[in-house]
């Protein structure tokens, strides 16, 4: 009986080599684009969650009758990257306060119902015209006002790269709607 090698089914030396060398260039040329996108989605989901609390603490603004004030966790004014607190603000001082005896969500007394942790990948988050210099709140009525007096300000999130054309825009204006664009005029 004879075997004919013709029939064996497989891939060469040769194309194997060629397919692996195809499948590295194209590699290659994809690479910088899906890491511009994942950088990308970062900036955009944490913008997402700017405006997820702002969103969250006008509703609460509203539902309870009380100013809900948004207040840094940093110490030096108009940064926000360390994260912010949401709380109710029954003194409309902008401080998380706990009353005389220390315990916080009795009646009439603050009650902190938001936490956001600090951002990641050394992202920036600072407040462009100076009124979000600590904090912020929405009134029952919906509207905003601030530690810097006015109710309308801007947020300006950036990359660590300072590229301002990838940075977002969290507008705020004095009805108290948020707004993102992509884009500012600089970054930090």
């Known amino acids: 009986m004879e075997c004919n090698k013709m029939d064996s089914h497989g891939f060469t030396l040769v194309e194997l080599m060629v397919t692996l060398a195809v499948a590295a260039i194209l590699a290659m040329i994809a690479a910088p684009s899906f890491i511009e996108l994942i950088r990308s989605n970062r900036l955009t989901t944490q913008a997402n969650e700017l405006v997820g609390s702002l969103q969250y603490a006008r509703t609460e603004a ?48 603050d009650c902190l119902i938001r936490t956001q942790s600090e951002l990641g990948f050394s992202h920036t988050l600072r407040a462009r015209d ?41 507008a705020v204006n004095n009805t108290g709607r948020p707004h993102t664009s992509k884009g500012t005029a600089s970054c930090p």
């Open 62 to 109: 509203a539902k309870q009758g009380v100013q809900v004030t948004i207040s840094s966790q940093s110490n030096v004014n108009s940064q926000w990257e360390q994260g912010w607190l949401v709380f109710t603000d029954w003194n409309g001082d902008g401080d998380l306060d706990a009353g005389g005896d220390g315990v916080l969500c009795e009646q009439g007394e």
């Open 130 to 170: 100076g009124n979000y210099t600590q904090w912020f709140a929405y009134l029952p009525d919906g509207t905003s006002i601030s530690s810097g007096g006015a109710g309308s300000d801007s947020f300006q999130l950036c990359s660590p790269d300072g590229d301002s054309t990838k940075s977002r825009s969290i």
